[in-house]
């Protein structure tokens, strides 16, 4: 030790590298991987190409390839609810709030850069969910909240007079939630988001008769 140096101990040394990547960031980037080409079709190596984390970064902050799907399956829930529950709560007709639900979903469904997502439920859940018991709980827990959201909405439009009151709130709960379902399937496989807002209209008129 050089003479007269003193030593501050209150400084302390950096304990590694910072992290150089953002958490949801990361999340957002590998959910786009398997929306794309589905779970299967998606590796590890994929997902570390989408968000530029070695596979060792990868497993240390999110687990496995599986892990990361469940996450990015639950987190594609929130933010479809997040959508569906502004629409739903967003005052007007019973119609116009089915529309601005169809119209936020279009708006999921098309939000690709370079292809059209659809569903990220119908597209890449659907197909794995009879092999795997994780998988199917949250698809399907995610579809009986679709449902229950829409019957909700439609018990207060049958309070208000908007529908017949021998309407049945759960049956048509169903019906809305078809209808999205259908949308999200035609719009995968190249019906122009035109025509899907069209379908979605004649939808909600049938509905609200």
Request: hydrophobic content about 40%; overall charge positive.
């Amino acid at each position: 030790m050089l003479s007269g140096t003193k030593i501050d101990k209150s400084e302390k040394k950096p304990r590694g590298r910072p992290r150089a990547y953002e958490p949801e960031t990361a999340l957002r980037q590998a959910a786009e991987a398997f929306w794309k080409s589905g779970y299967s079709g998606t590796s590890l190596d994929d997902i570390s190409a989408a968000t530029g984390m070695n596979r060792p970064s990868l497993r240390a902050a999110f687990g496995d390839k599986h892990d990361i799907y469940v996450r990015a399956l639950s987190g594609y829930w929130e933010l479809k609810f997040a959508a569906m529950h502004k629409a739903l709560e967003s005052g007007g007709t019973l119609a116009e709030a089915l529309m601005k639900v169809y119209d936020a979903a279009l708006s999921i469904y098309f939000s690709g850069d370079d292809q059209v997502l659809g569903c990220f439920v119908v597209g890449t859940a659907v197909t794995e969910a009879p092999g795997d018991p994780q998988i199917l709980e949250i698809a399907a827990e995610g579809f009986r909240a679709l449902d229950a959201a829409f019957e909700a909405r439609f018990k207060l439009a049958r309070t208000a007079g908007e529908l017949k009151q021998g309407a049945d709130p759960k049956t048509l709960a169903l019906l809305a939630s078809a209808t999205m379902h259908s949308i999200a399937i035609r719009a995968r496989t190249g019906t122009s988001r035109n025509d899907l807002r069209k379908l979605a209209q004649k939808a909600v008129n049938a509905i609200c008769e």
